[in-house]
């Protein structure tokens, strides 16, 4: 059987124009055909056409193309994406033959920060209007990706104040030692080394300084890192300790689309829920019906802000999440008189209040002898001074959340959670391999992350509405503008 051998040097080896370089049904044409159908001035991007000396810009059009569908594909560092435009057909095509270098690339993404968050935004409107989106019911979820710093850069405090010391001592050496050689007027040094040396201690005092008020910005750091002063230290779900950035999701249950997103630098979130669903019923216009979270999400204060709003929050407790077996003469086995504000136990004994303390109200038998000559004492506690029961400020509220959980239905959407949430980090983590951010400070990895959940949105759309082709057609009749949307 013979073999087909490729011939490099044929004249018909590409079609005579760049649009004949994709087909009709390739992807890259429907990124195309949403952003073409943007208004680009309303999103903030100003098409200057007035003649000016230089070299002309780049078309910001093509630009913010380049970005969304290299970030579509885990194409995301500068110099790749330079790579790509000059080798990949698909990019040769969307940019129309243009070959930007890497630090025009990097330079359009840094100021136009606010643009890529709009369109994440604009593309989360024209779901929403073309019926890919309901707002009924919002998922929330966090994950952590990695920040582009080592955790070895982290110190606390001390370690800074100690550093600056030492270059101070550094600094006033290297002046000392230059005032020597002048007056000796001899070769015993280089005054060009020692003028470098003083130049960089200098630059590195002044980072030292500015690490050290970035203390006074962030209470709650207990570490800065170096490298990256917005990241902090926390732990992934594998229990490693890397800095990083603690990414929330929210999304909507009819096709797993994303309704927003946000990057925080708390560890964990127990108070992000209400912020992150009141962001993603901000850009739906409207209060959604069923707000659902895992267990992370357990706190009952920051829950009682959505509550409020007839919002039917479904969120385990940390106790329904472990699956954990009541135990003998737990808090639900002593009947609590709301009149009286007081406990009695199963023997019919009084636990009164004794004080609170952080959200939390106690109540404690008067007479220890009480519990003492009681026949389940041992079992329903071992303390000198007698059972003691602590409630929550918001108990009410916590027991409403559980018994909600507990619903049928509200199990049936607690269930559907895994795959229309923890999907979304399951395809930017695994399939793109954006595990690690490759911008610093929280506003480098906040426009990483918009670019990353267009991306993903625009993937699900293609599918959704059965192809490019359809979803061109879509888009072209029924995109929203911003000056409607307000």
């Known amino acids: 059987m013979g073999y087909r051998y490729g011939n490099r040097i044929q004249k018909t080896f590409l079609p005579c124009s760049i649009e004949e370089y994709v087909s009709d049904d390739a992807p890259v044409r429907a990124y195309n055909a949403f952003i073409d159908e943007l208004d680009i001035e ?24 380049l970005f969304i569908y290299g970030y579509s594909y885990g194409v995301r560092s500068s110099r790749k994406l330079e790579r790509e435009v000059n080798y990949n057909l698909s990019f040769i095509w969307l940019m129309g033959g243009l070959k930007p270098d890497h630090k025009t690339i990097a330079e359009f993404r840094r100021n136009n920060i606010e643009v890529i968050k709009k369109t994440l935004k604009l593309c ?101 890192n170096e490298t990256d002063t917005d990241a902090k230290i926390m732990r992934d779900k594998n229990k490693r300790f890397e800095a990083g950035y603690n990414v929330q999701a929210v999304t909507d249950d009819k096709h797993g689309l994303i309704v927003s997103v946000d990057v925080v630098s708390e560890g964990n979130d127990v108070k992000q829920f209400s912020r ?71 023997e019919g004994n009084i636990l009164r209040f004794d004080g609170r ?31 003691k029961i602590v409630r929550l400020e918001k108990e009410v509220l916590r027991e409403k959340i559980e018994a909600q959980y507990k619903e049928k239905e509200s199990q049936e959407i607690y269930k559907r959670r895994k795959y229309r949430v923890e999907g979304v980090f399951g395809h930017i983590k695994e399939n793109l391999q954006a595990r690690r951010f490759l911008l610093r400070g929280k506003t480098g990895v906040r426009v990483e992350t918009f670019l990353l959940s267009t991306g993903f949105n625009i993937v699900k759309m293609i599918k959704i509405l059965g ?9 072209k009749v029924k995109i929203p503008r911003l000056a409607v949307i307000g």
């Open 467 to 475: 192809g490019v082709v359809n979803f061109i057609r879509k888009v």
């Open 124 to 224: 989360v409107r024209l779901c929403i209007k073309l019926d890919l989106i309901d707002g009924n019911i919002l998922f929330v979820d966090g994950t952590k990706i990695y920040a582009n710093a080592s955790k070895k850069r982290s110190h606390d405090k001390r370690y800074y104040e100690k550093r600056l010391v030492e270059i101070d001592e550094r600094i006033e050496k290297i002046l000392e030692e230059s005032e020597v050689i002048d007056e000796r007027e001899k070769q015993l040094g280089s005054l060009v080394k020692m003028s470098k040396e003083y130049r960089d201690s200098k630059r590195l005092k002044e980072k030292i300084e500015n690490i050290l008020k970035e203390f006074d910005k962030k209470p709650d750091y207990k570490e800065i």
């Open 357 to 387: 303390d952080k959200g939390k109200r106690h109540y404690l038998i008067r007479k220890a002898e009480t519990c003492y000559e009681c026949k389940d004492y041992g079992v329903c506690t071992k303390a000198k001074k007698g059972r």
């Open 42 to 65: 309303e999103l903030g991007l100003v098409i200057d056409c007035c003649e000016r000396v230089g070299s002309p810009r780049y078309d910001p059009k093509a630009m913010l193309k």
């Open 276 to 346: 992150q669903i009141e962001k993603a019923n901000e850009i739906l216009c409207r209060d959604c019906k069923v707000a659902c979270g895992d267990a992370g999400y357990a706190n009952t204060a920051d829950i009682e802000k959505i509550d409020v709003k007839n919002i039917k929050v479904i969120v385990p407790s940390q106790r329904q999440a472990l699956h954990a077996e009541a135990k003998p003469f737990n808090k639900q086995e002593f009947r609590y008189d709301k009149e009286k504000d007081c406990y009695y136990c199963p």
